[in-house]
């Protein structure tokens, strides 16, 4: 596994890699690698020669008062992990290698955008598809990898690609839960140990809402406000937001009905955590 962190060698090596005919799946991160992000790789693996990961905390993609001086950073530690997982390549670039200078010409995501996570964190997916737009253009890869942890990230991405004609086959990857049901998140380090404990709930809380569903319930209030009522009981943290859209385009709806997604985002002391579900429903 080689580290490279700037984009004149990433591009050399590209440009060799592709005149081998090499498939290229990209895995991009912002690291402090966890068994998340290790399917993204296990599946980039089976699918392509060569697999890249990027670990890049994106400072466009953070607002003022988020955490992007404190996200955990830990680079030797992800590059053993990356090794053992099979990880080909890191790229893994300073601030300036991604920004040299003021950017001229922004993006800015105008559908699906101002629900979920997009509306509470103004700006966010505009710097998402800013630093995967430069990304893809140095990885050129052929497969791109992305957990459904982020469904909305996934549903922007695909956007993003279909806009812009980028020829990259986007492969959603299902969410790795620990054993108590929390999905896998690098934000869990900031999580006291109570708050661990509590964390749990966000996924009962929205099988509870898939019980409902199955036993015929078919309003969208009554099931968030199940969610609610579930994690109000449950946590000591602050309920963000519980959502319901048909997925992947994001649109309210009155009634449960067709591919759905519940979501759902709680803030504790110092972690804003989220988690969903999709279903498909008759
Ligand atoms: P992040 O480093 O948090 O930006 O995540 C990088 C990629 O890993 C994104 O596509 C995430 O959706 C994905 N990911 C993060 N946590 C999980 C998880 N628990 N299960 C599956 N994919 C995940």
């Known amino acids: 596994m080689k580290l490279i962190t700037t984009r004149t060698e990433m591009t050399q090596i590209i440009k060799q890699l592709k005149s081998n005919s090499n498939t290229i799946g990209f895995v991009p991160t912002m690291g402090y690698l966890h068994e998340g992000h290790m399917s993204l790789v296990d599946k980039s693996r089976q699918q392509n020669d060569i697999t ?3 670990i890049f905390v994106n400072p466009m993609q953070f607002g003022p008062s988020e955490d992007f001086e404190t996200y955990p950073r830990d ?4 590059q053993s992990l990356a090794a053992n997982a099979g990880v080909d390549y890191i790229f893994a670039p300073s601030v300036t290698e991604m920004y040299p200078e003021e950017m001229g010409n922004h993006l800015s995501v105008v559908k699906r955008a101002n629900v979920l996570c997009g509306k509470s964190r103004e700006g966010h997916f505009d710097g998402v598809v800013t630093v995967l737009s430069k990304l893809f253009h140095i990885i050129l ?3 791109v990898y992305f957990g459904l942890k982020d469904a909305q990230q996934v549903a922007v991405v ?6 812009y004609f980028f020829p990259i086959e986007l492969i959603p990857v299902a969410t790795v839960r620990e054993n108590d049901g929390l999905a896998k998140s690098s934000r869990n380090v900031y ?4 708050e661990r404990k509590e964390a749990s709930q966000l996924y009962q809380s929205l099988l509870s809402a898939k019980n409902a569903i199955s036993d015929g319930e078919r309003m969208v209030e009554k099931v968030a406000d199940l969610i609610k009522e579930h994690i109000e009981k449950n946590t000591n943290g602050s309920l963000d937001y519980v959502e319901i859209y048909s997925y992947p385009s994001l649109i309210p709806l009155e009634t449960i009905n067709g591919k759905i997604i519940i979501a759902v985002a709680v803030k504790f002391s110092k972690a804003r955590l989220i988690d969903n579900i999709i279903l498909d429903i008759e």
């Open 141 to 143: 890869p052929d497969r």
């Open 75 to 78: 680079l030797e530690r992800d």
């Open 158 to 163: 695909d956007g993003l690609i279909q806009d």
């Open 191 to 194: 999580l006291t140990e109570s």
């Open 52 to 54: 890249i990961m990027s």
